[in-house]
């Protein structure tokens, strides 16, 4: 059964940092295409965050994070991580990893193109 599951949740100040990791069981993560994060805020619609392509290594970000989270994986630990500098109140989110083994045709930002999710790790920033 394939399975990811995120952790490194938690709450934090703002300013603070967290680290995120989603690791893959059933599967190593190099069988999938593209290796997400997402968010959704209640009461939003989720929200791409950071994405990889496993073949060309190319990462995405979304604007509101860039310079300040940084994704990164271990192939040896079959695990991805988000590291997450700079939190702001706005970042407050269940914070969601998902994957696909399709064909990466322009930057993986849609949700719909995944199949494969966690069930998610809330992040807490408090002002």
């Known amino acids: 059964q394939v399975q990811l599951v995120e952790s490194g949740g938690g709450l934090v100040q703002t300013g603070g940092s967290l680290r995120l990791s989603c690791a893959a069981s059933?599967?190593?993560?190099?069988?999938?295409?593209?290796v997400a994060w997402f968010r959704q805020a209640p009461e939003k619609e989720r929200e791409f965050v950071a994405a990889?392509?496993?073949?060309?290594?190319?990462?995405y970000y979304h604007d509101s994070v860039k310079g300040r989270f940084t994704l990164s994986r271990d192939n040896a630990k079959n695990t991805v991580y988000l590291q997450m500098n700079s939190l702001k109140p706005e970042d407050t989110a269940v914070y969601y990893c998902a994957a696909h083994r399709k064909v990466v045709v322009g930057p993986p930002t849609n949700s719909w193109d995944y199949n494969y999710w966690g069930q998610g790790t809330q992040v807490t920033v408090s002002s």
């Open positions: 059933g599967r190593t993560l190099s069988q999938y295409t593209v």
């Open positions: 990889n392509t496993w073949g060309s290594n190319t990462t």
